[in-house]
């Protein structure tokens, strides 16, 4: 069946760029997010991409998406401490219903 | 602009209980969801809503979980009777409809013992 699947952990240093990546397998998936979850929070939107687009640029964020090999990835430039958190990769499919990845736990060290 | 309400944060009660969450979405958002989030997973979609009628409940598990939206805001999400592998939490997200991006509540902590 579908489904969305992220490595689990990522450690960078203070100030390096972090790299998330995701995979995903309905080729019919309209929109792509990114959702960023602090500890006891909900998750916040960080940024989306439609499905016909390559590239998507939002202040520190890039999110890449390679339609034909189903491959998601943001990339946070100069990683600050506060971005530590877990990140979820989900895909839009059907009526807007959104299945998500298992996060991303990032760990940005001083 | 308010984000989406959830109530209670947490809530502990025995297996066999039953108990409630409540959500408020944001203002004019026509369609609102829920989910499940087990511990070290993503959320799981329970259901749909778009105003007061349901769009997609097939991941629900009905013999134990309701849902309603009876005036299309406010919704509430009923576990009768509780079993332990319900322990998570419970997130409630909204949006305006069509391919807008959902906005999440803090959740509800469900503790089962």
């Known amino acids: 069946g579908e489904d969305v699947e992220q490595s689990l952990f990522l450690s960078v240093r203070e100030g390096d760029s972090s790299v998330i990546n995701c995979t995903y397998t309905?080729?019919?998936?309209?929109?792509l997010y990114w959702y960023k979850q602090e500890p006891g929070a909900g998750l916040q939107l960080l940024t989306y991409?439609?499905?016909?687009?390559d590239m998507k640029q939002d202040q520190r964020l890039t999110v890449l998406l390679n339609k034909k090999d189903k491959h998601l990835s943001l990339r946070i430039a100069d990683t600050q401490t506060g971005d530590s958190a877990i990140y979820f990769c989900?895909?839009?499919?059907?009526?807007?219903?959104?299945?998500f990845g298992a996060g991303t736990r990032l760990t940005v060290k001083p | 602009e308010a984000g989406v309400a959830q109530s209670p944060r947490y809530k502990i009660i025995e297996k066999r209980q039953s108990v409630a969450f409540w959500c408020n979405p944001i203002?004019?958002?026509?369609?609102l969801y829920w989910y499940q989030q087990i511990l070290g997973q993503g959320p799981k979609l329970l259901i749909q809503?778009?105003?007061?009628?349901?769009?997609?409940d097939s991941q629900l598990p009905k013999d134990r979980f309701s849902a309603e939206r009876l005036k299309g805001v406010d919704s509430t999400l009923k576990i009768q009777p509780a079993k332990l592998e319900d322990s998570a939490v419970y997130l409630c997200?909204?949006?305006?409809?069509?391919?807008?991006?959902?906005?999440f509540g803090d959740g509800t902590r469900l503790s089962i013992l």
């Open positions: 309905d080729s019919s998936s309209t929109y």
């Open positions: 989900a895909e839009a499919y059907n009526n807007n219903d959104m299945r």
């Open positions: 203002s004019g958002h026509a369609t």
């Open positions: 809503f778009q105003n007061n009628g349901v769009v997609d």
């Open positions: 997200a909204s949006s305006p409809g069509g391919n807008q991006p959902q906005h």
């Open positions: 991409i439609f499905s016909n687009m």
